[in-house]
C-alpha cells in the first residue's frame, strides 16, 4: 500500500469487518450511503481489492484493525 488509508477509511474498513452494513455506518458517521461507496471505492483501490469481501479478508489476515473500537452490528 504506497498511499495509507485517512482515519475515516480505517474506520469505515473496521465497521465494515464488524459486520456494519453501508447504510448503519453513513447513519453512524452522519453521511450518505454515496459518500460510504465512495469511501469504499477509495479503500478498495488504496489497498489494491476489488470486493467488500477481499477487504475484510485482508483486514483479517494482516490483523492491522482495532476491532474493539466500534460495536458489532448484531
Known amino acids: 500500500?504506497?498511499?495509507?488509508?485517512?482515519?475515516?477509511e480505517s474506520?469505515?474498513?473496521?465497521?465494515?469487518?464488524r459486520g456494519w452494513r453501508i447504510r448503519d455506518i453513513a447513519i453512524s458517521l452522519g453521511v450518505t450511503r454515496g459518500q460510504i461507496r465512495t469511501?469504499?471505492?477509495r479503500i478498495f483501490?488504496?489497498?489494491g481489492v476489488r470486493s467488500q469481501l477481499e477487504?475484510?479478508?485482508k483486514a483479517h489476515r494482516e490483523g492491522g484493525f482495532n476491532l474493539w473500537a466500534y460495536p458489532s452490528a448484531e
Open 39 to 41: 469511501v469504499f471505492w
Open 45 to 47: 483501490r488504496k489497498l
Open 11 to 17: 474506520i469505515v474498513v473496521e465497521m465494515a469487518f
Open 55 to 57: 477487504l475484510i479478508t
Open 1 to 8: 500500500m504506497d498511499e495509507p488509508l485517512t482515519q475515516q
